[in-house]
């Protein structure tokens, strides 16, 4: 089972961030999509001669559901998307919509790409986003229709001026707007500055607006981010949001994790570790360990994933009592009551039932997380380690995840592999079992992939080795 489907469960954080954000909708006449082929669609908008929006989706994407709730279906933004586009929707993992995923190199969900009649890319974004942003979006994608610049040429261009600032300023934002990187012009656009260049309301905005409003950061080793780390109390200043450096160098950490354990890149990792022991512990938000845990999953080596795993899982997840889940628990909602009575959130749209169902989330936040990073080790381990004593112990990660939360079906479905790599075969059908009863009947691909590992469980097939 892949780790998409493996961890559909994220959708019980997503759904925090899709009840914070729910109204209660009337009827409304939003974005209409187009029900035919992806060739029907192709042919009508060349007929009339009309760009094309096109939604890339998935049906476990937390974001993408609250947009499709929440946005589309509003009046003022259906106005907008109507009379400009040729509107259409795919699942990224189904039919046409795969290809179409691997063509457009989507990665991340939602993928919001615009095209030009003939279905050549205009202009490209990701993520949810409130509707007066989402139109703003569509508008910069009408701009780039008269701009009959390729980005070819631009590239092309690229080569012989690398020392034009101006060039570069102009190329980058076109990147930007493509939804390409842009790490390595923006580089060679600092390195035409002076260092007290590099610190201005001016470079601020840059970062801001190419980097951490679209959520993104730099390699800990680039210039960009060296800027940042070493001018944090500048840039706190100079950003609209003085939380925004650290934001940064957060996700530049991250960023480059993910490309040290895809590339394993030791030298990099190294950076990586450098670069997180030098931040304010209390921003983080990660523990070390947990560092070390992904960038050794991500390079196969599971044999040094497990003592980080071991002491992360037992020395911050199974030793937190359930006396202090209540208290965090507790001010969680406190929290989320305190940004109500500020007017932080708007709770306007949202009817009685939706708020009681939003302060349950807050009552179970804590549990829930522990329960799906317990989970997830778990699940991790049964993939990648053989032996018994690693197994036993990642069986009491998921036992505990399966106490906290016992009607996840995919918690079920990691418990029953766990025991049926140590041999106990009955004992884990008897939990696929289980599995199935909780699982989904109307998500397809996760009760087939249930029914197939019972199936093979019964057979005496190896399940870790068809993940």
């Avoid at 109507?82 to 691997?102: D, L, P, R």
Wanted: net charge positive; charged share 25%.
């Amino acid at each position: 089972m892949n780790e998409i489907l493996k961890h559909s469960i994220m959708k019980k954080q997503l759904l925090i961030i899709c009840l914070l954000s729910f109204s209660v909708l009337g009827f409304s006449q939003g974005i209409e999509f187009e029900h035919g082929t992806w060739k029907e669609v192709l042919a009508k908008a060349q007929k009339l001669n009309k760009p094309i929006f096109l939604d890339v989706y998935t049906t476990w994407c937390g974001p993408c559901k609250m947009m499709n709730t929440e946005i589309f279906p509003l009046k003022e933004v259906g106005k907008v998307y109507n009379a400009n586009f040729i509107c259409y929707k795919v699942n990224a993992e189904e039919g046409s919509g795969i290809q179409i995923a691997k063509k457009f190199k989507v990665s991340a969900y939602p993928t919001y790409l615009y095209l030009k009649p003939e279905g050549t890319l205009l202009f490209r974004a990701i993520g949810s986003m409130n509707a007066k942003m989402f139109i703003v979006q569509s508008e910069t994608a009408l701009a780039e229709i008269t701009d009959n610049k390729s980005i070819d040429s631009w590239n092309k261009e690229y080569i012989n001026k690398k020392k034009d600032p101006t060039f570069l300023l102009a190329y980058i934002n076109k990147l930007s707007k493509q939804d390409m990187p842009i790490d390595t012009v923006f580089d060679k656009y600092l390195q035409l500055l002076s260092e007290k260049e590099r610190c201005t309301p001016a470079v601020a905005k840059m970062y801001e607006d190419w980097f951490i409003k679209k959520r993104r950061s730099t390699l800990v080793t680039s210039i960009g981010y060296i800027n940042i780390k070493e001018h944090t109390d500048e840039f706190e200043k100079l950003f609209e949001n003085k939380d925004y450096a650290n934001t940064f160098l957060i996700n530049g950490i991250t960023k480059s994790l993910a490309e040290a354990g895809r590339t394993k890149n030791e030298q990099l990792f190294q950076e990586v570790i450098f670069n997180y022991d030098s931040l304010p512990k209390k921003i983080t938000g990660l523990f070390k360990d947990q560092l070390y845990m992904t960038y050794f999953r991500l390079t196969g080596e599971m044999g040094k994933y497990m003592p980080y795993a071991i002491r992360y899982a037992n020395e911050h997840l199974m030793s937190i009592t359930k006396e202090e889940i209540v208290q965090m628990n507790n001010a969680n909602l406190q929290t989320y009551e305190d940004q109500i009575k500020s007017g932080d959130i708007d709770t306007t749209k949202n009817d009685a039932a939706k708020m009681a169902s939003i302060r349950t989330v807050f009552k179970n936040l804590e549990q829930d997380r522990i329960s799906f990073s317990l989970n997830q080790i778990a699940w991790n381990v049964f993939l990648g380690v053989s032996d018994t004593t690693s197994l036993k112990i990642a069986l009491q990660w998921s036992g505990r995840a399966l106490e906290y939360s016992p009607e996840i079906s995919t918690y079920h479905d990691t418990y029953a592999n766990l025991l049926y790599k140590l041999g106990k075969k009955e004992q884990a059908i008897t939990k696929e079992k289980e599995a199935l009863r909780y699982a989904d009947k109307n998500k397809r691909e996760e009760y087939t992939y249930f029914e197939k590992t019972l199936q093979d469980m019964i057979a005496g097939k190896k399940t870790w080795e068809k993940q």
